[in-house]
Every structure is written in structure tokens, then in C-alpha cells.
């Protein structure tokens, strides 16, 4: 029985996973290599750090640990003008709804973000109270695939995590969702989250039958 739903924020309540990328690119580009949207396929999930760890790998530039906390703050700080710019229309479609008519249900809905942005982000978009519990990446110690953030999204709600139902568009939260015990829902490509108990394209149109499990 499904008492409990936790979202991921970035790609599945709003669309911020374009601006990572167009971040992430910017970052690459000035290192002097390119950065692809397949490439940034396998960023999604993961926390700043571990990004750019990838980046690096990916660029095959070894830089020392103070550079790499620098080049970590540089992107960030350009993903930071285009979410502090955001409104309610970047809500992804049905998003909102779907929240809308969990609450009317008396589920519990949380946020579990590998993200240290998250709270700029829903005021942003103006959500912040639609949501019991935040578990965003200033609140765990280990990132997605690692269950952690949605563990304490559940202790959090006071629900068993037998009882949760995680929706993720990123392969290392579907991971992460797995690992905690919960159903895992796909938003976005069956390639990419073809672990997950059920996958749908978007959050558009959504009904309670979803939870069906
Ligand atoms: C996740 C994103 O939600 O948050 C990742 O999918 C991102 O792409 C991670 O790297 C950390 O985000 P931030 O905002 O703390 O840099
Ligand atoms: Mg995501």
C-alpha cells in the first residue's frame, strides 16, 4: 500500500536539467573540449562534485583539488543566473497537478534532490510548501545511486519506505530508489531507466492508478 510519493526536483518537477547542461558545456568548452547531451545523460542524479569528476574524465584534464573546487564554483554560479531567473512556467506539465491531487488524497509528498540548489529552485517556482518534507544534497552525505536522500525523505515522513514511490528521471536515482526499497517510478526514456518498476515519458496526465503496484 502506497502511502508516501518522493520526486526528485531537477527533470521531473522542473526542467532544470537543460540549464546543468548548458552550464556544464560552458565549463568543457572553456577547458577547451565539448561536452554532449549524452555525455550529461550520465551527470543527472549526481551531486556537483562527482559531476565534475566525470567531466574531468570525460575532457581527460587533470587538475589539483583546489582548481577542482573553484571550476565547481564557476558552474555553479552560472547555473545560478539561469534558476534564480525561473518562474512558475518551468513547472514541467502536470507536475503540479499531480501534487495537487495527492495532497486532496492525504498522501504524503516529499522532495528528495541530490541538489544544494533545491531550495532556490522552489522558491523559484513558488512550491515550497507543497511539500512535507525536503531532503536536498546540504542534507545528505551521500549522493544518488547511494539511497541515502530518500531513506531520510521517508523517516522524515514518518512512512516505511516499503511504502514509498519515488519518481526519478535520472538512471543513478532509479538506482537509489531501488536500493531504499521503494517502487521507482521512470520519468523520461526506457533506455535510460529501464530499472525502474514502471517508466512514463512525462508527469502529464497523471492519475492515482500510477501507484498501483
Ligand atoms: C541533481 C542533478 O538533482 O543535482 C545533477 O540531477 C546535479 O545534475 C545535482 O549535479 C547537484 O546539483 P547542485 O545544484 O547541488 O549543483
Ligand atoms: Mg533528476
Redesign the pocket.
Known amino acids: 500500500n502506497v502511502k508516501a510519493c518522493i520526486f526528485?526536483?531537477?527533470?521531473v518537477i522542473v526542467d532544470t536539467?537543460k540549464y546543468?547542461y548548458l552550464a556544464w558545456k560552458r565549463l568543457a568548452n572553456e577547458l577547451g573540449f565539448d561536452f554532449t547531451e549524452k555525455d550529461n545523460e550520465r551527470?543527472?542524479?549526481?551531486?556537483?562534485m562527482e559531476?565534475l569528476e566525470i567531466l574531468l574524465e570525460i575532457g581527460q584534464v587533470e587538475v589539483d583539488e583546489k582548481t577542482k573546487v573553484e571550476l565547481a564554483e564557476k558552474k555553479?554560479g552560472w547555473?545560478r543566473e539561469y534558476i534564480t531567473k525561473m518562474d512558475e512556467s518551468e513547472i514541467l506539465p502536470g507536475a503540479k497537478e499531480f501534487i495537487e491531487t495527492l495532497k486532496e488524497n492525504n498522501f504524503k509528498v516529499a522532495i528528495g534532490?541530490?541538489?544544494?540548489?533545491?531550495m532556490t529552485i522552489l522558491e523559484s517556482i513558488n512550491m515550497v510548501d507543497y511539500f512535507d518534507a525536503i531532503i536536498d544534497?546540504n542534507k545528505i552525505t551521500k549522493?544518488k545511486p547511494e539511497p541515502e536522500v530518500f531513506l531520510l525523505g521517508a523517516e522524515a515522513l514518518g512512512i516505511n519506505p516499503k511504502e514509498c514511490v519515488v519518481f526519478e528521471d535520472?538512471k543513478a536515482g532509479i538506482e537509489a530508489a531501488k536500493r531504499a526499497g521503494m517502487f521507482a517510478i521512470g520519468v523520461g526514456s526506457p533506455e535510460i531507466l529501464k530499472d525502474a518498476d514502471k517508466i512514463i515519458p512525462s508527469m502529464k496526465n497523471l492519475t492515482l492508478d500510477i501507484l498501483d503496484f
Open positions: 526528485d526536483l531537477d527533470g536539467a546543468h551527470l543527472k542524479g549526481v551531486s556537483r559531476s555553479n547555473y534532490s541530490s541538489s544544494k540548489n533545491t544534497g549522493a535520472a
